[in-house]
């Protein structure tokens, strides 16, 4: 995160959290080795979140398919990774729903970032039923078990 991002913006959490759920998980699904990172930033009125894996990436001449509904970069992907290729369709029509775009770079065997832009001004207070993060329990442990 930024310094520069305001500590509170004016933005639908609902679709805030569906768009990064699907785009981290895309990227967590998608990267046996490697880092997942999530880079947010802030600049006249517009939220900036980047989610960057070290994947399997995305040729180019797939790139301008991944994000129609029911499309992968390969058929054999549902196979191995599974999923039917909605989410990221559903992320572009929320994203832009919200004033902004989505947009990917990606280079294959080497990974893919997934970044969007979004209308977010600043707020000079949480929303109403908002809690700041120190006021959240910790998260319980989580075991992951790799085979």
Same mark, same amino acid.
């Given at each position: 995160m930024e310094d520069s991002a305001p500590e509170w913006i004016s933005a639908d +959490?609902?679709?805030l959290r569906q768009v990064l759920v699907s785009l981290l998980g895309n990227a967590i699904k998608f990267t046996s080795r490697g880092a997942v990172t999530l880079q947010v930033s802030h600049a006249a009125n517009q939220l900036k979140v980047a989610a960057s894996d070290t994947g399997i990436g995305i040729p180019p001449e797939k790139q301008s398919i991944i994000f129609e509904a029911f499309q992968q970069a390969d058929n054999s992907t549902s196979r191995r990774y599974g999923g039917t290729g909605i989410r990221l369709t559903i992320s572009k029509k929320l994203v832009e729903s919200m004033g902004g775009q989505l947009l990917l770079a990606s280079e294959p065997s080497k990974g893919s970032t997934f970044w969007f832009t *979004?209308?977010? #001004? #600043? /707020? *000079? /207070? #949480? &929303? &109403?039923? /908002? +809690?700041p993060l120190a006021e959240l329990p910790p998260p319980a442990p989580v075991r992951i078990l790799v085979a």
């Open positions: +959490q609902g679709r *979004s209308e977010a #001004p #600043p /707020a *000079s /207070a #949480p &929303p &109403p039923n /908002a +809690q």
